[in-house]
């Protein structure tokens, strides 16, 4: 997750340029934009590694049988809250 901060980081910077660079700031804008699929592709890859590994148990039922409330669990909810 640490990568996460790096490319965040890295958009950011994209940012601040942009405003200080007006006449090249659509380069800057592209640049950050990249920068944040890249975090954002670095999360939804964590959560899958985090699903994926949590995957081996069986969802659990949290209601009673009878009940109008028939929601199952997930795997990552029967499992508990994947660690960052």
């Not at 640049?31 to 699903?51: D, G, V």
Request: net charge negative; hydrophobic share 30%.
């Amino acid at each position: 997750m640490e990568n996460v901060q790096h490319y965040r980081a890295m958009g950011s910077l994209c940012r601040q340029l942009a405003v200080f660079d007006p006449i090249h700031s659509w380069k800057y804008l592209i640049e950050a934009q990249k920068w944040e699929h890249r975090a954002e592709a670095e999360i939804a890859s964590h959560f899958r590694e985090c699903n994926t590994a949590g995957s081996s148990e069986p969802a659990r039922s949290t209601t009673t049988p009878g009940t109008n409330d028939t929601r199952l669990k997930t795997s990552a909810e029967a499992s508990g809250p994947c660690q960052m």
